[in-house]
């Protein structure tokens, strides 16, 4: 009798260590209950072919790109790897895996949960999210040029970056979170933290990082409750976040980039029914351009788009097949591929998905953008 009692239980504890694990390595924004799919929610949108889709990998649990061009004057993509604790090269514009970087470990050029990336000039800045930290590299080579906010950072992991004053100014999310299992968000009075800046400059062939600002409103109404993807605008001292909690009402908040202050405006608040994720923007010479934001349908992501100057919501398109997007990075630079830049997104945690810029203006009617 114990045996086939121990049998018949055995089903039930493995499912238990599962669903253990999944709850470990589940993001804060993930909430298991909440599944919205695209196809039920009715909103018009526009569906733009994808240009490419990588080859699936799902041991890696890829998050969010950065694009660069190599001294041959290839595009790249680099990717993080969050399970695979590493980042993972593509050809930008054929989508071919061309290599690995990285291992697990806390060293320099080694990576825990890498989830946030941006690229400048020549430098990749990455965010680890359980080595609590950013790590810049010098590309082609992926050579570490330092780690920086481990002193301060408690969950980082998304972030935004400009060449500013010789050296390169830095604004890291940090998703801080309370319980056991991290998921519970902090009172409003604690929020004063969600946001770290950071001016990177280099003397003497040494880089070093000096804490800036610390910022985060603490109010409801401007408070981010789950942090995570931040992009600006200088030109109009704009800082999108996305707030990506749910229950509050998911959507981009306002601040201003000189001050990290509440602008007191929201985007999308209505429009985004799934989760406000990535956000990308594409600045024109003129002074105008888009900004494109994702809303993170499980079965096809919207990639709403907003005018510069005014965040008028201009439309919305989802792509043939990309879904579940966390990261995106809007590349503005032409080639011979795509003369008029070309938009990745993140596909399901496994794959990278390439929308040409020609497509996504003839199918929304958006005027051509000179960089």
Not at 61 to 84: F, H
Not at 120 to 140: F, I, T, Y
Not at 345 to 368: E, T
């Amino acid at each position: 009798m114990t045996p086939r009692l121990a049998l018949f239980a055995m089903p039930f504890l493995l499912a238990a260590c599962a669903t253990g694990a999944r709850t470990a390595d589940r993001e804060p924004d993930e909430a298991a209950d909440h599944e919205p799919m695209l196809a039920a929610s009715g909103l018009p949108h526009v569906v733009v072919r994808e240009a490419f889709v990588t080859a699936s990998t799902p041991a890696d649990n890829l998050d969010s790109p950065a694009s660069w061009t190599a001294p041959d004057g290839r595009r790249w993509v680099i990717t993080t790897a969050k399970k695979g604790d590493a980042l993972v090269v593509f050809d930008g514009d054929t989508g071919k895996r061309l290599r690995t970087v990285g291992r697990k470990g806390t060293r320099l050029g080694e990576f825990d949960r890498p989830n946030g990336i941006a690229v400048v000039g020549d430098v990749a800045l990455v965010v680890e999210r359980d080595n609590h930290r950013v790590q810049a590299l010098s590309l082609p080579g992926f050579t570490p040029l330092l780690a920086f906010g481990d002193a301060e950072l408690r969950k980082p992991y998304g972030l935004w970056a400009r060449a500013k004053d010789g050296g390169i100014e830095v604004i890291a999310s940090d998703n801080y979170m309370l319980g056991a299992d991290e998921e519970t968000v902090p009172p409003l009075a604690d929020l004063g933290q969600r946001y770290r800046r950071y001016q990177l400059s280099a003397a003497g062939g040494r880089w070093q990082a000096a804490l800036v600002q610390t910022f985060g409103e603490t109010s409801a109404a401007g408070a981010i409750r789950i942090a995570e993807s931040v992009w600006a605008d200088p030109a109009n001292d704009r800082l999108l976040l996305s707030e990506e909690d749910v229950a509050s009402g998911t959507r981009l908040r306002e601040y201003r980039l000189s001050d990290g202050r509440y602008a007191g405006s929201d985007i999308g608040a209505g429009l985004f029914r799934a989760q406000a994720e990535g956000i990308a923007l594409m600045a024109c010479a003129d002074g105008g351009g888009y900004w494109i934001a994702t809303d993170q349908f499980k079965d096809r992501s919207l990639f709403h788009v907003f005018d510069r100057r005014t965040l008028a919501h201009l439309g919305a398109f989802a792509g043939e097949v990309t879904a579940n997007t966390d990261g995106i990075w809007l590349e503005q630079r032409g080639d011979a591929r795509f003369p008029q830049g070309v938009f990745y997104a993140l596909h399901d945690d496994q794959a990278v998905a390439a929308f040409d810029m020609r497509d996504v203006g003839k199918a929304l009617g958006l005027a051509a953008c000179t960089p």
